[in-house]
């Protein structure tokens, strides 16, 4: 067989396969044999480059470059439902639109997945473009990343589907997923996510899309648009949409009374605890296509639609004390110790109060009886206080404290800001340990081996007190220490030496200044040859950054005024940290481009998109995704669109041929 029929029927293969585990979940092949059909797949793609298809199976693996993410306006534009609480309000809308249309209607029942909602299209049978919700006008091209979720059908299957449309849905990350990912932050001392629906969207915003890869997220596609879609029927176009490959849900039901509408509610209301994915309520829509056309839409959402909201779960307990947690930034959490109280399958003794204004509004005393909900979060808050419930004996007030629990210090309240922070930066204990555990983090500073347990019994034992200190530990200082061998002693001290290698953008970011995320930290780092320059920099040189305002240039000025943390730096430097750009660093990147916005727009012979965008972005440009007066140039291959062209003509904005544009940046 020639190559090329090869690797076809080996995609044909893995896409049906894949359907069969993801959407059926009738796996006709083991894990092994798919995987090694998959290897041999991947095995030729990489032998002949030649036969590349954006849709081939072994997509789904992901790719590791790292992209930010072009806006693109929505065809039909993403509105939202609206929201009911009760019976009696479906009974209205169920009335609103008989009276409307005057005839027999039936409703689709749907449940409301709580994920985050994603815009696929498919253009002859192929899946072309992702894009998440973003405003409703316009969002985030996430077509790489989405193509890594397995029960996503990159090409459909059968010939009903039309030439043209688009399948909207909801991306969703299981319970199981959800759990072990925040056991894994915790352990790695990352923030954890407080629901499913913010993991599946922080994974889908994700620019490695090996990581969106190995996030197993899910899928549930439930709204059909286009202009010849097969049937006149939602839940019709919605079956023949499964047969394409897309997972619909089996709880959808067609419904053509109220009363059947009812029994769905119920069954559902109390059945959706059993579901592996997170649901926060029913969706109720006209069935049928004209009639949706008839009822039309307000500004904000379909008249022919609604969403009944589940009643978030609720207990009732008692407030015994309000104790206080301070974070890496000095961030000070009030939390509420309860008497223990059981709430959706486990049992609750703390909840947040978030901040002084929260637990201001809530008159909270102690002692009170306070409603306690879960809501989809995992840290349960106090929604309420039942004030009937006290008794003459009113408790104490409960009134934020005023000096830091840890340290002592005075707190002090930001401008604009809802949390109290402890200033001692350099001294308070959870703030240091903090310091030092972000410094040694993934993204940071990556010193394999330490953790956030062992950081805290370093400081403890007093062997470290920042992180330069880390620099100076040898093995015969830890080994024999608690659970601590020779092998695990020698593993810390050689990855701390490993990691003088890091890059200065990564050290920046170590650093733990307030504000400075990894992409600002990338940013200073192409900015200044090395820390003295940075140091010294002042707020007006530091705000012409792209991404730097008033408010992180402060806090840049403020870290390097604190003395310890000039002391700290200079230490740093001292123990051989890339505090530099170096040669390899400065040719990666230059400032050609600087203050410029790009559109890239056509198809394209000597790189692909992708690699534009990067040498753009590397060459301190910035690359955007609709034409507006602002555009410095676009760079434009083969084929740019009629459209565009008229509009890039009607603004005066320069066209660009790729050979130019490499001729500028070579
Ligand atoms: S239909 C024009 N169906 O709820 C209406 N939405 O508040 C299009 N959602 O943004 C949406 N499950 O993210 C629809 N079965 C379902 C849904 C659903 C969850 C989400 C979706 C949408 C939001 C609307």
Not at 54 to 83: A, C, I, T
């Amino acid at each position: 067989m020639i190559v090329k029929d090869k690797i076809e029927e080996l995609r044909a293969t893995l896409h049906r396969h894949n359907y069969n585990y993801y959407v059926l979940n009738a796996p006709e092949i083991s894990d092994k044999e798919f995987d090694m059909l998959m290897h041999e797949l991947q095995r030729l793609e990489e032998e002949y480059p030649e036969f590349y298809d954006e849709n081939s199976p072994s997509m789904r693996v992901g790719s590791d470059l790292n992209k930010d993410f072009v806006q693109v306006p929505h065809k039909y534009p993403m509105l939202s439902l609206s929201n009911t609480y009760s019976e009696e309000e479906i009974t209205d809308f169920y009335n609103r639109v008989y009276k409307a249309l005057n005839e027999e209607f039936e409703i689709c029942c749907e449940l409301k997945y709580d994920g985050t909602s994603i815009s696929l299209t498919y253009e002859n049978g192929k899946l072309v473009r992702a894009v998440t919700r973003g405003d409703g006008e316009k969002g985030d091209d996430v077509t790489n990343n989405v193509k890594t979720i397995r029960t996503i059908p990159l090409v459909l299957s059968g010939d009903t589907y039309p030439s043209l449309f688009e399948i909207r849905g909801e991306i969703l990350m299981p319970w199981t997923v959800f759990e072990e990912l925040n056991k894994d932050r915790e352990a790695r001392e990352e923030p954890l996510f407080a629901n499913p629906r913010n993991a599946a969207s922080g994974t889908l915003k994700q620019q490695n899309s090996s990581i969106v890869a190995s996030r197993k997220l899910d899928a549930y596609l439930y709204y059909l648009l286009g202009d010849n879609l097969p049937y006149n029927g939602h839940y019709e176009n919605l079956l023949e949409a499964e047969k394409w490959g897309f997972k619909i849900s089996k709880a959808t039901r067609k419904c053509s009374s109220l009363e059947e509408v009812f029994q769905f509610v119920r069954y559902w209301d109390i059945e959706r605890k059993n579901l592996p994915v997170a649901t926060d309520g029913i969706v109720l829509k006209v069935n049928n296509l004209l009639q949706q056309k008839n009822l039309g839409f307000t500004a904000k959402s379909p008249r022919w639609a609604i969403a009944y909201k589940f009643q978030a779960e609720r207990a009732l307990t008692r407030l015994e004390k309000v104790t206080y947690q301070v974070g890496r930034t000095g961030a000070v959490t009030p939390v509420a110790n309860l008497e223990p109280v059981q709430l959706s399958g486990t049992t609750v003794k703390r909840a947040s109060l978030h901040n002084a204004d929260i637990i201001e509004g809530l008159d909270l005393h102690i002692g009170d009886m306070v409603y306690v909900e879960k809501g989809g979060e995992i840290i349960p808050k106090i929604t309420g206080v039942d004030v009937d419930a006290r008794g003459f004996m009113l408790g104490e007030k409960v009134r934020f404290i005023t000096h830091c629990p840890e340290c002592g210090s005075k707190l002090v309240r930001y401008e604009g800001e809802a949390a109290h922070y402890c200033p001692n930066e350099t001294a308070c204990p959870p703030q240091i340990k903090g310091k030092i555990e972000h410094f040694i983090s993934r993204k940071a500073m990556n010193i394999d081996g330490l953790g956030p347990e062992t950081v805290d019994m370093f400081y403890r034992l007093g062997l470290i007190k920042n992180t330069a200190d880390l620099y100076q530990l040898t093995v015969d200082d830890i080994k024999g220490l608690d659970r601590m061998g020779v092998k695990s002693a020698e593993n810390i001290v050689k990855g701390i030496i490993r990691s003088k290698e890091v890059p200065f953008e990564r050290v920046v970011f170590a650093l733990g200044i307030r504000f400075v995320g990894e992409t600002v930290a990338k940013k200073i780092a192409r900015s200044f040859a090395n820390v003295d320059e940075l140091v010294q920099a002042d707020v007006e040189k530091l705000k012409n950054i792209d991404e730097i305002g008033e408010k992180i240039a402060q806090s840049i000025i403020n870290f390097f005024s604190n003395t310890s943390n000039r002391e700290l730096v200079e230490r740093l430097k001292g123990v051989g940290l890339q505090l530099y750009r170096t040669e390899e660093d400065a040719e990666k990147y230059s400032d050609k481009l600087a203050g410029q916005s790009i559109v890239i727009s056509g198809v394209f012979a000597h790189h692909s998109r992708d690699e534009y965008k990067e040498m753009i972005e590397k060459n301190g440009g910035k690359n955007v995704g609709s034409i507006s007066s602002k555009t410095s140039f676009i760079l434009a291959g083969e084929n740019m669109g009629p459209a565009k062209l008229e509009k890039a003509a009607k603004l005066g904005v320069k066209i660009m041929t790729e050979d130019e544009f490499l001729a500028i940046i070579s």
